[in-house]
């Protein structure tokens, strides 16, 4: 309760020196930046990231995009676009410059197309797996575009003769299985081994039995059951893959409490859920329609990542421990709005969101403001705490309301063994767990370093009541032996 009232008194404080912190001049944006206070309230901060431009294949004189789906940076940078509507993949080098087109690939002699592709996938050695969705298979080919192999529907005892294979999203770990997510698959994400055989589902987004719900559905009407909830898995629909091969993986359903995991190899739920808020875009409690629909997750360096709300148009980047980091993007016609957005990918410090509707890729850079959040947190990660602490210092002289700036100089302060200094700054930033870890440090540190003084202290006092109590009882018996 002392903690929750110290909070309070923090935010009036924090709210004062709002009015004398230095105004960061803002860049060209269509929208106002915002995030969510501890107390779940929207807050206006700088933008972190802004529009960089458009790309939209019609300037690249190889034709304009025709409701493209999907894309992928891989790790030579190049970009891969999935061209859909034009049955062709599209890429291109960090220059924007097109290294080729795949429209199609040849196999026995015989020229093949895509059928309304809606995934692609890049390894490290750059061969292209593509969810080939109404041909109903995942297609694999070599960076040039040569077919390597065709790997169809999953085949074992435990799938029912009624399966319906039509892979949406494809990704392959550095062990070579594959993971599918398939349309109107609610047993988890498909998983198969480097040769492509099955193994199994993971993951599987399982759902709390309600008997009370349960029981109203007995007595309802076939009309009114319709429109209640269904005790049935929540369907994934899209995922990306760590370095360390962890799955991130989407739920778009609005009744998901955690649309957004990470999965261990054996299928686990492992994401680390830190911050004031779980990892689910928008914060919300009112109508379900308020809240954001996540189609689309892209794992950065150092456990950060970013979510892609289809509804709203934005993008919420979260740290290694859940933390909101910024917020950016948002529905519209204008540049760095979106129609219909499909895809977010990230290549060095910018952000590319590919728009179904408008034809065309946003392309995003971070500001003054996006780059010290970025560089801080990397630093903290990476053990750097007093280059770290300098760049929350200076985040601070740009938003002092920034209370992911005061836990991060307070976890910094923290490693760095400053415990007393460390409470200050993590109570400003809302951290009851690095909190809570620095007072027991303190509280240690102040019982050794007071440890030599305190037990002076008592064993002074014991030997000074002691000699208080032989010098009475001494005095007690002169006073009887005068009286006798």
């Not at 594959?178 to 998983?191: A, C």
């Not at 911050?275 to 456990?303: H, R, T, W």
């Not at 403001?369 to 801080?376: I, K, P, Q, R, S």
């Amino acid at each position: 309760m002392k903690f929750i009232q110290s909070m309070g008194i923090t935010a009036i404080v924090l709210a004062s020196l709002s009015l004398f912190a230095s105004p960061l001049q803002a860049e060209a944006a269509p929208y106002e930046g915002y995030n969510y206070s501890y107390w779940g309230a929207a807050v206006n901060v700088p933008n972190a990231y802004v529009p960089a431009g458009i790309v939209d294949g019609s300037m690249l004189a190889i034709g304009k995009f025709k409701d493209p789906t999907d894309m992928y940076v891989a790790a030579d940078g190049l970009l891969y676009v999935l061209d859909a509507g034009n049955r062709r993949i599209v890429v291109f080098d960090e220059q924007w410059e097109v290294v080729r087109e795949i429209r199609g690939f040849v196999r026995d002699g015989k020229q093949e197309q895509f059928t309304s592709p809606q995934g692609l996938f890049v390894t490290k050695n750059n061969h292209i797996y593509v969810a080939d969705t109404e041909n109903r298979r995942v297609v694999e080919l070599t960076g040039e575009g040569a077919f390597v192999r065709e790997i169809g529907a999953p085949r074992s005892e435990v799938i029912g003769p009624n399966f319906q294979y039509y892979p949406l999203k494809v990704a392959v770990d550095n062990a070579g299985r594959i993971f599918v997510i398939g349309r109107g698959v609610f047993d988890g994400i498909i998983e198969m081994d480097a040769d492509g055989s099955f193994t199994g589902f993971m993951g599987t987004n399982r759902v709390k039995f309600n008997a009370w719900d349960y029981f109203w559905k007995r007595l309802s009407t076939k009309e009114q059951r319709s429109k209640l909830a269904q005790f049935i898995p929540l369907e994934f629909n899209n995922l990306d893959m760590d370095s360390e091969g962890f799955i991130y993986s989407t739920t778009a359903e609005l009744t998901s409490k955690d649309p957004i995991k990470r999965l261990n190899p054996s299928g686990e739920d492992v994401m680390r859920r830190k911050g004031y808020f779980n990892p689910m875009g928008d914060i919300y409690s009112g109508a379900a329609s308020q809240s954001s629909l996540l189609i689309d997750v892209k794992v950065g360096e150092n456990g950060v990542y970013s979510a892609l709300d289809s509804r709203k148009g934005r993008i919420f980047t979260y740290d290694q421990d859940g933390n909101l980091m910024y917020i950016f993007g948002r529905m519209g016609e204008q540049e760095g709005t979106f129609r219909t957005p499909v895809a977010v990918e990230r290549r060095g410090d910018q952000f590319l969101v590919l728009d179904r509707d408008m034809d065309q890729i946003t392309r995003f850079k971070p500001t003054r403001y996006g780059t010290l959040v970025n560089e801080a947190n990397d630093l903290l990660v990476s053990g750097k705490y007093d280059e770290a602490e300098g760049l929350w210092r200076e985040l601070l002289r740009l938003d002092a309301n920034n209370e992911i700036a005061y836990a991060g100089i307070g976890k910094g302060l923290l490693r760095q063994g400053e415990y007393k200094q460390a409470l200050e700054y993590l109570k400003f930033g809302y951290d009851r767990e690095y909190y809570s870890k620095a007072f027991g440090k303190y509280r240690k540190e102040f019982v050794r370093e007071n440890f030599g003084l305190g037990m002076t202290t008592v064993i002074v006092f014991g030997v000074g009541l002691w000699s208080f109590k032989i010098l009475r009882r001494r005095t007690r018996g002169k006073v009887k032996s005068n009286v006798t």
